[in-house]
């Protein structure tokens, strides 16, 4: 089995940052991929960013791409989002999620998820 946790989540104001953290705990993740998505208030669960087991491929939603930075650290079995110049259509809970075989934006295809750490970006 595996766990999922997410932190760093808090209430920024527009222009400013936040780094989301992932941190997995049970089987070994080591050739995951990982993925970041979020859920606005009313809205679907929606792809932000993705990166390969071995760190060599990213994928970003285009609403995000030259804001947000994904990368992971395999050693201590953790994932991050940096998120620069947050908007307050940046404002979500953001889940990450992993899985053994698949590394692209449809939801459906992750096995593994987090709680959720809410971002709320004011204006």
């Known amino acids: 089995q595996v766990q999922l946790v997410e932190s760093g989540g808090g209430l920024v104001q527009a222009g400013g940052s936040l780094r989301l953290s992932c941190a997995a705990s049970?089987?070994?993740?080591?050739?995951?991929?990982w993925g970041w998505f979020r859920q606005g208030p009313g809205k679907e669960r929606e792809f932000v960013s993705a990166?390969?087991?071995?760190?060599?491929?990213?994928f970003y939603a285009d609403s995000v791409k030259g804001r947000f930075t994904i990368s992971r650290d395999n050693a201590k079995r953790t994932v991050y989002l940096q998120m620069n110049s947050l908007k307050p259509e940046d404002t979500a809970v953001y889940y990450c999620?992993?899985?053994?075989?698949?590394?692209?934006?449809?939801?459906?295809?992750?096995?593994?998820w987090g709680q959720g750490t809410q971002v709320t970006v004011s204006s």
């Open positions: 999620a992993a899985d053994p075989y698949y590394s692209g934006s449809a939801v459906a295809n992750y096995d593994y």
């Open positions: 049970g089987r070994t993740l080591r050739s995951y991929n």
């Open positions: 990166i390969s087991w071995s760190g060599g491929d990213t």
